[in-house]
């Protein structure tokens, strides 16, 4: 190789060399400007303040991740369920995803370290880690029975949207009374019109739990359908019950299922639309909420729904009466993931 090739080589790994260290540079300078941006308080955006955060005692409340931009946005925050817009008050603990109930809490939530993962801790009153669990995904729902001693989470092992339907996840049951945790639902018995059913592409998401801790529902996805399931945690069995239910919530008198139905094919947009489906008779009742919800909703009364969609900074939570009558209305700005605790 001539003088002249090396001089040529070498000076063209240097410009390369530059521009990527520029490059990298510029992304480093972008990345802090947005860190920047969201620890800045912007205006027009809910008041919050820093407090003690409880999970019990007092009037009913409403506890939420705050997604409003400033120095505490992430944290769980809290305010009287009758004044949703009141100032906030938050607790310096951050959770992607989060529920709780009768004193218990779960939190799903990112660990930090050279390779970020992500946990799921069971939370008391006082929002004090209890237990800590890894998970092997990204945080997608998470629900506490109404008596605070079980627990579930789910979480996207692979592909991060329920809509395109190239997705895989993982759920699991913990019971905070005998520290039994059911890893898998998949290792589960499965029932389908009778028949034991098992299959390589079997999913399950969105657990909700009845009163007696032992019942609970859960949506079942496999060979390109989407089932209801009611589980006996007991012995270990899931039994589909309805079909074309995604995400379920059971109401507090254990009647009727909360749900997102699929209305478009895989991969549309807006696929989505709130439904109540009756256990006893099967009926199926749409919301008036026409938007997409992507969403496991949660009961606020034995009438009234509440459910996350889409906002300036993030997310708002809305509701929506579960009679398939009224109109929806926006409720809390900048918040998702909430928990009604209290009396």
């Excluded at 060979?223 to 379920?248: D, F, I, Q």
Aim: charged letters at 20%.
């Amino acid at each position: 190789m001539t003088p002249f090739l090396v001089r040529h080589r070498l000076a063209v790994l240097l410009a390369v060399t530059a521009l990527l260290v520029t490059g990298a540079a510029l992304a480093v300078h972008r990345a802090a400007g947005r860190a920047a941006e969201r620890d800045r308080t912007h205006a027009g955006q809910p008041s919050v303040t820093k407090g003690e955060v409880r999970l019990g005692g007092g009037a009913r409340r409403l506890i939420f991740r705050n997604l409003a931009w400033g120095p505490r946005r992430d944290h769980l925050a809290t305010v009287p369920l009758t004044t949703p817009g009141a100032t906030r008050t938050t607790a310096p603990r951050d959770c992607l995803r989060f529920h709780a109930a009768a004193g218990t809490g779960i939190c799903l939530r990112t660990t930090g370290g050279v390779v970020p993962g992500h946990e799921a801790v069971v939370l008391d009153s006082r929002l004090r880690p209890v237990r800590r669990f890894p998970v092997p995904g990204i945080p997608t729902r998470a629900r506490v029975s109404p008596s605070g001693r079980l627990v579930a989470w789910t979480v996207f092992v692979s592909g991060d949207s329920y809509a395109g339907g190239a997705f895989s996840t993982r759920t699991a049951l913990y019971d905070t009374r005998t520290h039994t945790l059911h890893d898998n639902l998949e290792d589960f018995t499965v029932l389908i019109d009778g028949h034991r059913h098992q299959a390589v592409d079997d999913n399950f998401w969105g657990a909700t739990f009845a009163a007696d801790d032992t019942t609970f529902y859960a949506t079942l996805g496999t060979r390109g359908r989407t089932y209801l399931v009611r589980g006996n945690l007991a012995r270990r069995s899931l039994t589909a019950v309805h079909e074309n239910v995604e995400c379920p919530s059971l109401s507090p008198d254990g009647t009727r299922i909360a749900f997102k139905k699929r209305i478009r094919p895989k991969g549309a947009d807006a696929p989505w639309r709130l439904y109540v489906l009756d256990l006893r008779s099967g009926r199926e009742t749409p919301l008036a909420e026409r938007a997409s919800v992507d969403d496991q909703a949660l009961w606020l009364d034995r009438g009234t729904l509440l459910y996350a969609l889409p906002g300036d900074y993030g997310a708002d939570l809305w509701e929506v009466p579960a009679n398939g009558e009224g109109h929806p209305r926006k409720v809390v700005a900048s918040a998702v993931s909430p928990a009604v605790i209290g009396p």
